[in-house]
Nanobody, 123 residues
Framework: VQLQASGGGLVQAGGSLRLSCVAS????????IGWFRQAPGKEREDVSC????????YYTDSVKGRFTISRDNAANTVYLQMNSLKPEDTAVYYC?????????????????WGQGTQVTVSS
């Protein structure tokens, strides 16, 4: 399955963006999907992931209560709603297939990276 992230942009602190991850080449129905990000000079980190059914999700501590991951399997799309954005959220965001999502466990990459989308939050 090939994944393409989109929806990034420039937003002021406190603003919102919704990222989309669209699949091609295969249905998303049986894949857990995660969002990851990489800020300049930093390692790539996991942000959030969702099980294939949507029933289990994970969020890294820094985005809990602000970001919401969801999926629409009929549309072959996974979303990341980002509210109350902070300058430290500035990064390139990527989506990728992950290992099955387990409550409390960090997202584990299980696929290759597609093209990311830039999110820039100004203060």
């Amino acid at each position: 399955v090939q994944l393409q992230a989109s929806g990034g942009g420039l937003v002021q602190a406190g603003g919102s963006l919704r990222l989309s991850c669209v699949a091609s080449g295969s249905t998303l129905d049986y894949y857990a999907i995660g969002w990851f990000r990489q800020a300049p000079g930093k390692e790539r980190e996991d942000v959030s992931c969702i099980s294939y059914s949507g029933g289990t999700t994970y969020y890294t501590d820094s985005v809990k209560g602000r970001f919401t991951i969801s999926r629409d399997n009929a549309a072959n799309t996974v979303y990341l709603q980002m509210n109350s954005l902070k300058p430290e959220d500035t990064a390139v965001y990527y989506c990728a297939v992950t290992a099955p999502v387990v409550a409390g466990r960090r997202c584990q990459l299980f696929g290759s990276w597609g093209q990311g989308t830039q999110v820039t939050v100004s203060s």
